[in-house]
């Protein structure tokens, strides 16, 4: 099992409909990051964070660590937001503290056509 | 710069020799990672440099494959005797300290392609 799982693998969307990813991890962590990857490899942080909420312009991303549930959101689903969205969680390094060496969720492709 | 530099963004090599990967990091970052992405896999991570300490080697798949960061600036991405499986995209990413509450910044990566 890996220890970062992502849903849905793939998505299709309409222009202006509400998306949501999924991401569970089964370790404990001190931070969740959000990266979104478009075509042509360069990948790009979106958020990271360790409780509650956070929100970017069309962009919201929650975590439940109790959970060990985070999700994304966008908003009005434009074209320009399809791309490859992965989620990912620090390792922790020997001295007990979190790490940015990170594991990786296997991504969702997101599509959203006009 | 502005931002994480990677060069070159491809290299097409033979089987059997040796590449040299580059990644130049924003400025005052001391901290960088190597990660590779293999075609229909996900990102995993090779190795990691923070500031003076040694480097976590951990996540290099074989002897064949090492890294060295010169001055805390930029590093290289050694792969020798190169296989077919190391085709992949190899990212470069800085962060300002390398703790797990970081923002990453990436590069480009380079797409390596092993004929």
């Known amino acids: 099992k890996n220890e970062v799982e992502q849903s849905p693998q793939n998505l299709t969307a309409q222009e202006g409909e509400f998306i949501t990813i999924n991401c569970s991890y089964s370790?404990?962590?001190?931070?969740l990051h959000w990266l979104q990857q478009h075509p042509g490899g360069g990948i790009v942080s979106l958020f990271m964070l360790s409780s509650g909420k956070k929100k970017h312009g069309r962009l919201i991303a929650t975590i439940n660590i109790q959970e060990k549930h985070s999700s994304l959101h966008i908003t009005a689903s434009h074209p320009r937001d399809s791309a490859v969205y992965i989620c990912?969680?620090?390792?922790?390094?020997?001295?007990?503290?979190?790490?940015?060496?990170?594991?990786f969720g296997t991504g969702t492709l997101l599509a959203v056509q006009p | 710069g502005a931002g994480v530099s990677q060069s070159p963004s491809n290299k097409v090599t033979e089987k059997g020799k040796d590449v040299e990967l580059r990644c130049d990091p924003i400025s005052g970052h001391t901290a960088l990672y190597w990660y590779r992405q293999s075609l229909g896999q996900g990102l995993e991570f090779l190795i990691y440099f923070q500031g003076n300490s040694a480097p976590d080697k951990s996540g290099l798949p074989s002897d064949r494959f090492s890294a060295e960061r010169t001055g805390g600036s930029v590093s290289t991405l050694t792969i020798q005797r190169t296989q077919q499986e190391d085709s992949a995209v190899y990212l470069c990413a800085s962060s300002l300290v390398g703790t797990g509450g970081e923002k990453l910044f990436f590069g480009s990566g380079t797409q390596l392609s092993v004929l």
């Open positions: 370790v404990g962590i001190s931070a």
């Open positions: 990912a969680i620090p390792l922790f390094g020997g001295n007990g503290g979190a790490t940015n060496k990170l594991i």
